[in-house]
């Protein structure tokens, strides 16, 4: 298997991205995205892929082309949107040889109309043509903050499962082999990324008893990746809804509960 490569993440805009889309989940979730994304999500639902639905959903809230422009427009010193674009540009590692504008020689407090505003147009051009990479980048980025909290992921599932109960009779006139008869999605297999994923997430121990399943000193430590919102719940097989349970904990949860946790090892404790 390939190994994961290591890489730029732009964590500091990828903060404030997960913070725009948790503030408007919790205070008014709409389901426009469902609608706007409604054939992808529905195919990451039915197995574990690498853009999942909540991709879709902080996709919703990452806009870097509307972004400077709302800067370019409301802003005075265009100089700011310059060192703006640089910043993103080296958060998302984007090569490019973009001429500098010489401040230092300018007399125009604002570059309205002077040499660099010529030049910083060209960081501006250079942002809108590069956007969708941009944009692409910055969602995987902000999916590494969100994919650690559990508590969120499971609210997050519990409104898709809402959503597909909702809309399951359509569901059913398209997608009929994915699904059990009135009860959901079919259990898909996992890929090994993905157990490889949850299992450092939730690292390597069971997310409900804590026992640690890492085998290193209990060869016993079977581990099971749960499904936090289960199928039977109208939950659904997206590479967001999982969870490493211990062969106890995931057979007394079995198809019945929603239950995690915002258990997690700190850096340090505070003690
Ligand atoms: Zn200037
Ligand atoms: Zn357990």
Excluded at 112 to 119: G, K, S
Excluded at 199 to 219: A, E, M, P, T
Aim: charged share 25%; proline share 2%; glycine share 4%.
């Amino acid at each position: 298997m390939a190994k994961v490569k290591h890489e730029n993440l732009a964590l500091t805009s990828a903060v404030s991205i997960a913070s725009l889309a948790t503030y408007n989940f919790y205070e008014g979730f709409n389901g426009n995205f469902l609608v706007e994304y409604e054939e992808e999500i529905i195919e990451a639902l039915i197995k574990p892929k690498k853009t999942t639905a909540l991709h879709y959903f902080l996709a919703c809230f990452t806009d870097i082309g509307q972004e400077v422009d709302d800067m370019v427009e409301n802003i005075d010193d265009i100089g700011d949107v310059y060192y703006y674009i640089k910043r993103i540009l080296l958060e998302v590692n984007i090569d490019h040889n973009l001429p500098e504008p010489n401040f230092e020689e300018c007399t125009d407090r604002y570059h309205e109309d002077c040499e660099c505003r010529e030049v910083i147009e060209k960081w501006i051009d250079f942002l809108n043509e590069k956007q969708d990479e941009i944009n692409e980048l910055l969602v995987h980025s902000s999916f590494q903050i969100l994919f650690l909290d559990r508590k969120f992921l499971h609210d997050f599932h519990v409104e898709l499962a809402e959503w597909v109960e909702y809309s399951y009779e359509s569901l059913k006139g398209n997608y009929e082999k994915y699904l059990v008869g009135n009860k959901g999605f079919k259990r898909a297999a996992f890929p090994v990324w993905l157990k490889n994923a949850v299992y450092h997430r939730d690292k390597g121990c069971c997310v409900i008893c804590r026992s640690d399943l890492s085998k290193i000193v209990n060869i016993n430590g079977t581990h099971h990746i749960d499904h936090i919102v289960p199928l039977r719940k109208y939950g659904n097989n997206d590479s967001s809804n999982f969870q490493l349970l211990c062969e106890t904990c995931n057979t007394s949860k079995g198809n019945r509960t929603t239950e995690t946790n915002s258990i997690n090892v700190p850096f340090w404790n505070m003690d």
